[in-house]
């Protein structure tokens, strides 16, 4: 089976630090640019970080500083270091797996997503 698993949410004082890990089963991220993603309550889905398959990242300007996406193709993973987290980073975090050929293909993948909280 195909899919995406994402892990490392919880509850986390203000200040504090997770690291959230994307898994994939079925299929290899080596050529798969992922990007993390979080949807707040009431809010729509945002871009938060994003990592190329050549390894070039990009970060939305509310986290840059604090988060940081890596990638580890050996272990067929993606993670999110979060530090110093605030209250407005509390949301559902996806991941999402996107791959386009030059011949028009496409395969993109999300995963089931995992909380943070950010509260004291």
């Known amino acids: 089976q195909l899919q995406l698993v994402e892990s490392g949410g919880g509850l986390v004082q203000p200040g504090g630090s997770l690291r959230l890990s994307c898994a994939a089963s079925?299929?290899?991220?080596?050529?798969?640019?992922i990007g993390w993603f979080r949807q707040a309550p009431g809010k729509q889905r945002e871009l938060v970080a994003s990592?190329?398959?050549?390894?070039?990242?990009n970060y939305a300007d509310s986290v840059k500083g604090r988060f940081t996406i890596s990638r580890d193709n050996a272990r067929n993973t993606v993670y999110l270091q979060m530090n110093s987290l605030k209250p407005e980073d509390t949301a559902v975090y996806y991941c999402?797996?996107?791959?386009?050929?030059?011949?028009?293909?496409?395969?993109?993948?999300w995963g089931q997503g995992t909380q943070v909280t950010v509260s004291s």
């Open positions: 999402n797996a996107d791959r386009q050929t030059t011949w028009g293909a496409r395969w993109n993948y």
């Open positions: 079925g299929f290899t991220l080596d050529y798969y640019a």
């Open positions: 990592i190329t398959s050549g390894g070039s990242t």
